[in-house]
């Protein structure tokens, strides 16, 4: 979602701004601004597009100052239009916003009768019109934010710029992350860490409902209490948070390629001697339920997850959508546990929905790709993937790691549960330690899968098909071809086909099929035939068994190595990830950065 970053520096800001600003691009955005104060006077510049506008633009009207605010914006109230660029100004206050202030109607309409007018379309302005309102009622630039944070309400990560003041910014944070990294004599604010991590290593994350006055020397941070407050300050590894192609033409090609190292290195994390390393306060022997919560990919993650929780441990599993699961209301057994799944560990409605889970279960557990974020510190117990920092917004590296520390999660489940004994155990985790050798000889494939994605990119509509645990991968994949390559493409479960999608069948029609030769392989070939029968274009992905019983006859067949059935989600997501790549490449899409969606979702 949107980036935010401000400066209170030694040297002239503008050029810093828009650097943080570009490692802020993979969040998704379609305008940028940034606003500085020099001299005492507050100015800004705002451009539609990507940041390479923004920095033509300051070459032709360049911005002085070592005090500014910068925002990368992905719109929800009004067009990407520079009106409705952030930084919003009104009289002597420049705001940058993410987020929805949600009661900004009642706000603008009030603050219209009092003379002040909106220009825009935006939530946003309407804060910076309530801090010139209290403004100028004679209060003071930390007294008129204060006061108009009391009248917000939703969800929102601020920052404030004023005139007149060089050595004053002012954050605020309620439902979208905010954190601010000390320098030398110097302060930072950003989204995240990743903004900040050129200038500094040392970062203080703010907490829900907190708001801090920072100046060069410092932040003094309150609560939503207006109390003092005192938060820890973190050292973050820059090296967990370059971005860098590395060669690569798109992130995503590199995270895919990165996917056999960092899972490695999550299997090492959390397996040695025979055991998996996970807390001891992980109980799952006499436990009634589990409800796994997640959006988008991590949904999907979890869809699969419930295979084996259900199958390894005979522990009942529920899966929500996180957008929808506490709008129902839903009862939950104390004896349960909510599991919550999020890449950036900010996403706002699985955040919301685990806050709704707070006292009705026994434990919360997160599965993060950010240890500092909002829904780690917010559990229980904040288990990491590992992916290392994914910058495409289709996720990849992270969707297999989520996968991985799930499985690891059912196995233990299943251990304590006596469905699983030591030898079957340790035969699984032995399994699981050759499946990055196994994602490397997959990743080989690669020049025949960008042939059948040249193939596909010609499409109009795919789907994709499976059953069992490869069900919730047809899912993913059909999700990862539309949101890159804008492709329409649905999954489905190879069972239901016959229950509506198969009127849709034709010879203009791929269908991906993902069969292992596993024990549900005879049922989805049968309905593959179905499709075959009605001239449909088969693309069968399956192991060397698979290929020779059931590949003749198909449009494409892509032959994956042998796999147990209990990993085979993991390893066959790659292939579906690499058609969907080398199908926007194709198309000349934006692959790292797909209109209109954002990497990380911080509003409802």
């Known amino acids: 979602m949107c980036g935010i970053v401000g400066v209170l520096g030694h040297h002239e800001v503008a050029p810093i701004l828009v650097e943080a600003l570009k490692r802020l691009e993979y969040r998704g955005y379609d305008s940028a601004g940034i606003a500085t104060v020099n001299a005492g006077k507050l100015d800004r510049r705002r451009a539609v597009g990507k940041l390479h506008n923004l920095s033509d633009l300051l070459v032709h009207e360049p911005l002085a100052g070592k005090a500014g605010i910068g925002h990368t914006r992905w719109a929800t109230h009004g067009a990407a239009t520079i009106v409705n660029a952030h930084p919003h100004r009104s009289g002597p206050v420049a705001v940058v916003h993410n987020g929805i202030i949600e009661n900004f109607r009642e706000l603008r309409a009030e603050l219209a009768e009092k003379g002040l007018a909106a220009e825009t379309e935006t939530d946003t302005e309407t804060v910076a019109l309530l801090v010139r309102h209290f403004m100028d009622e004679s209060l003071s630039p930390r007294d008129a934010a204060r006061a108009t944070l009391k009248r917000l309400e939703g969800a929102f990560a601020l920052l404030f710029l004023f005139d007149g003041e060089e050595d004053l910014m002012i954050a605020a944070r309620k439902g979208s992350p905010l954190a601010i990294g000390h320098g030398d004599g110097e302060m930072f604010v950003g989204s995240d860490a990743i903004a900040l991590a050129p ?216 251990h304590a549960r006596r469905r699983i004994d030591d030898d079957s155990l340790a035969a699984h985790l032995k399994s699981l330690a050759a499946l990055p050798g196994l994602m490397n000889q997959a990743l080989g494939r690669e020049p025949s899968i960008a042939v059948m994605a040249a193939a596909v990119a010609e499409a109009q509509d795919v789907l994709f098909l499976g059953r069992g645990s490869m069900f919730p991968l047809a899912l993913e994949g059909a999700l990862k071809l539309k949101e890159i390559s804008y492709i329409h493409a649905e999954g489905y479960a190879s069972g239901e086909l016959k229950h509506g999608p198969i009127a849709l069948i034709d010879k203009n029609v791929p269908v991906v099929v993902l069969a292992p030769r596993d024990a549900l392989f005879d049922k989805t070939v049968s309905n593959m035939q179905e499709v075959m029968a009605r001239h449909g274009k088969v693309i069968l992905i399956t192991d060397p068994k698979g290929a020779e019983e059931a590949g003749l006859g198909t449009w494409k067949t892509l032959t994956l190595p042998d796999v147990p059935a209990l990993l085979a989600p993991i390893l066959y997501a790659l292939p579906a990830q690499l058609l969907a790549y080398h199908a926007a490449v194709a198309k000349g899409t934006d692959v790292d950065q797909p209109r209109n969606l954002a990497k990380s979702v911080t509003v409802e």
């Open 199 to 414: 200038m500094t290593d040392r970062i203080t994350y703010l907490d829900e409902g907190d708001y801090a006055f920072v100046t060069r020397t410092g932040a003094e941070i309150y609560d939503e209490r207006d109390r003092r407050a005192n938060r820890e300050l973190s050292k973050i590894q820059l090296d967990a948070t370059r971005i860098e192609k590395a060669g690569y033409k798109h992130f995503m090609a590199k995270e895919i390629a990165e996917q056999p190292i960092v899972l490695a290195d999550a299997i090492k994390y959390y397996c040695g001697g025979g055991r998996i390393n996970l807390p001891e306060d992980l109980e799952f022997g006499a436990l009634d339920r589990l409800t796994l919560v997640a959006c988008g990919t991590a949904s999907y993650a979890c869809m699969t997850a419930k295979y084996w929780f259900e199958s390894l441990a005979g522990l009942p599993c529920e899966v929500d959508i996180a957008s929808e699961f506490r709008y129902r209301e839903p009862p939950m057994p104390e004896n349960s546990y909510a599991m919550f799944v999020s890449q950036s560990g900010e996403t706002a409605d699985t955040l919301a929905a685990l806050r709704y889970a707070r006292g009705k279960v026994s434990k919360i557990v997160s599965i993060v790709n950010v240890p500092s974020s909002s829904i780690a510190r917010e559990s229980d117990i904040a288990l990491p993937i590992l992916a290392g920092v994914e910058v495409g917004v289709a996720s990849t590296k992270a969707f297999t790691c989520q996968l991985a520390v799930l499985l690891l999660l059912a196995l233990k489940a299943g």
